[in-house]
């Protein structure tokens, strides 16, 4: 991990606040806009929930609910390319990034 990538995290974890609060903002209007090019066709659509069975596809703002959810567990995740993804080629810092962007839905409202 680089350092952008270690204030992107702190940043994202206080919520914006004191070290990497900067950071953490860019970081996340990038993955808000890598994810509505690239994912919201799949993950952001209106009234979109968890996934219920092996074939359905779970909405950004349910991953980001899921108990015990991190950063580092979306970037995992992005980094195993599940077999049902498109492999997008994302650099580090797009998944740092798109993690960031996912996390901040952890307090959205459910429709």
Request: with cysteine; charged share 20%; hydrophobic share 45%.
């Amino acid at each position: 991990m680089n350092a952008r990538q270690a204030a992107v995290l702190t940043g994202v974890l206080a919520l914006g606040l004191g070290p990497g609060g900067a950071e953490a903002a860019e970081a996340v209007a990038k993955g808000r806009a890598l994810a509505e090019r690239l994912c919201a066709h799949c993950h952001m659509v209106p009234g979109q929930g968890e996934k219920r069975a092996e074939n359905e596809i779970p909405g950004f703002a349910a991953m980001a609910r899921r108990r015990n959810q991190t950063p580092e567990g979306i970037i995992a995740w992005l980094r195993a390319v599940p077999p049902i993804m498109p492999n997008h080629h994302l650099s580090q810092d797009e998944m740092y990034d798109l993690a960031a962007f996912i996390m901040t839905l952890r307090e959205a409202p459910q429709r």
